[in-house]
Structure formats: C-alpha cells, structure tokens
Nanobody, 123 residues
C-alpha cells in the first residue's frame, strides 16, 4: 500500500511559478514510477508528467513541455512538479500518481492516487 499526499497548490498569476510536492508513505517508493495528472472542471483527468523509479526517464504532455519539470528524491520519498510560465488553462486539481515499475502515462494504469491539490492561475 502506498499513500500519497500532495502539497504546494495555490493561486498564482499568469506567468508565475509553483512547485508541487507529493510525499509517499512506505518503504517501496523507489520501486514505483510516479506521475502527475490534472483535472479541470467539467473535463477528464489528464496526464501531465511522469518519471521512472530512478529518475532516468521522464515523459510530458505536449501542453506542458518546456514549462513543467518533474523530479524525485527517493531518499525523501517525494516527487515534485516544478511549474513555470503558468497559464490560466493550467487551472485544475493536480493529482499525484504511482504505478509499480512502468510510467503512469494514462489514468487507467495508475495503482495509487493522491487526494489532489488545487492550482488556480489568474489572468
């Protein structure tokens, strides 16, 4: 069992930055690939970014490439999402996701979800 707790969301102006964190419980964190998804009001939950168990491989949605960076610290059982050049269309609840071994790039393959953290970008 893995429990995920996100933090770092908030209100920011367009062009600003936020860093989300996701703290994971359990001693098996380093065996999980991790990811971030987001869900805007009235829309489906969508993939944002993912990182392999050792950080050696990453994957990003086209909409965030060049603006968002995913990273992890296995010693701290934490995964991060650095978000720069934020746009109003980035407004959503952001969810941390864990998947054993393989990158979680679609919501159907996620093993564990966090509770979500709200990110609001004002224009």
């Amino acid at each position: 069992q893995v429990q995920l707790v996100e933090s770092g969301g908030g209100l920011v102006q367009a062009g600003g930055s936020l860093r989300l964190s996701c703290a994971a419980s359990g001693r098996t964190f380093s065996t999980y690939a991790m990811g971030w998804f987001r869900q805007a009001p009235g829309k489906e939950r969508e993939f944002v970014a993912a990182i392999s168990w050792n950080g050696g491989s990453t994957n990003y949605a086209d909409s965030v490439k060049g603006r968002f960076t995913i990273s992890r610290d296995n010693a701290k059982n934490t995964v991060y999402l650095q978000m720069n050049s934020l746009k109003p269309e980035d407004t959503a609840v952001f969810y941390c996701a864990a998947r054993r071994t393989f990158l979680p790039t679609t919501k159907g393959v996620v093993d564990y979800w966090g509770q979500g953290t709200q990110v609001t970008v004002s224009s």
